[in-house]
C-alpha cells in the first residue's frame, strides 16, 4: 500500500486559502488519493478524492500532480471551524478499508 | 450527507466485563467498518464486514472482539473481556453509495462511541 507524508502541522489565516501537500511517491495506478479531516475527537469527515483529475466540491479542491506523485488539498477560503487534522489517504485495498497515519494538524487563526 | 448513530456516546465499564458498541446506518449497505482511534494517537482500522461476514480483520481484532448485524439494521461491535488498552474512541463507517463497492467511494463516520475502562 502506497504510503503517504504530510506535514506535521501548519497555520492558515482566516479567509485566506489553506495549502496542505501530501507526497506519495508510491501510489500505484489504481489506488485514489482520498482526503479526511478530524475536527478534535470526532469521526473523521470525509472531504473529497481523485485518481488522476484534479477535483473540486463545496468544501475543498484536489490538485494532483500529472505523475500522482503527489497532491494538494487547498481550502479556498479557511475558516476557524476548519480548524482539524486533515488527513491523504491513497492505500485503499480492495475492500476499502482506510489506513489513517498522523495527518496535518491545521489551525486557522483570526 | 448521510447519518449513522452510534450508542452509547459514552461507556465507562470495569475491566474484564463485556460491552457491546452499537452503530445504526442508512439500510441496505453491504459493507461496513469498524474503526478505533485511542486518545492521542491515529485512527486505527479493526475490521470490515461484508454482506454479513468478516472480509478483513487487522491484528487488532482478536478473538476478544466480535461483530454482528443481529438484525439486519444495526451492526454491533462486541469486546467480550474488556482491558484498559481498549479505552478509546470506536467509529463505524460505511461507503457512501448503498450497495457499492469501495475504491471510487468515500466513507461516512459515526459521531464514535467513547469507550473508558477502569
Known amino acids: 500500500d502506497a504510503k503517504t507524508t504530510q506535514p506535521t502541522s501548519m497555520d492558515c489565516a482566516e479567509g485566506r486559502a489553506a495549502n496542505l501537500p501530501c507526497n506519495h511517491s508510491?501510489?500505484?495506478?489504481?489506488?485514489?488519493v482520498y482526503w479526511y479531516r478530524q475536527i478534535h475527537s470526532q469521526g473523521p469527515q470525509y472531504i473529497i478524492h481523485?485518481?488522476?483529475n484534479n477535483e473540486t466540491n463545496e468544501m475543498a479542491s484536489l490538485i494532483i500532480t500529472e505523475d500522482r506523485k503527489s497532491s494538494t488539498l487547498i481550502l479556498p477560503h479557511a475558516t476557524l471551524r476548519d480548524t482539524a487534522v486533515y488527513y491523504c489517504?491513497?492505500?485503499?485495498?480492495?475492500?476499502?478499508?482506510?489506513?489513517f497515519g498522523a495527518g496535518t494538524q491545521v489551525v486557522v487563526t483570526p | 450527507e448521510p447519518e449513522v448513530t452510534q450508542t452509547p456516546s459514552h461507556q465507562v465499564t470495569q475491566m474484564g466485563q463485556e460491552v457491546i458498541l452499537r452503530c445504526v446506518p442508512i439500510s441496505n449497505h453491504l459493507y461496513f467498518y469498524w474503526y478505533r482511534q485511542i486518545l492521542g494517537q491515529k485512527v486505527e482500522f479493526l475490521v470490515s464486514?461484508?454482506?454479513?461476514?468478516?472480509?478483513?480483520k487487522s491484528e487488532i481484532f482478536d478473538d476478544q472482539f466480535s461483530v454482528e448485524r443481529p438484525d439486519g439494521s444495526n451492526f454491533t461491535l462486541k469486546i467480550r473481556s474488556t482491558k484498559l488498552e481498549d479505552s478509546a474512541m470506536y467509529f463505524c463507517?460505511?461507503?457512501?453509495?448503498?450497495?457499492?463497492?469501495?475504491?471510487?467511494?468515500?466513507?461516512?463516520f459515526g459521531p464514535g462511541t467513547r469507550l473508558t475502562v477502569l
Open positions: 489517504i491513497v492505500n485503499m485495498d480492495s475492500w476499502g478499508k482506510l489506513q
Open positions: 481523485g485518481l488522476k
Open positions: 463507517a460505511y461507503p457512501g453509495l448503498a450497495g457499492a463497492g469501495p475504491g471510487d467511494n468515500e466513507q461516512f
Open positions: 464486514f461484508y454482506n454479513n461476514e468478516i472480509s478483513e
Open positions: 508510491t501510489i500505484s495506478g489504481n489506488e485514489y
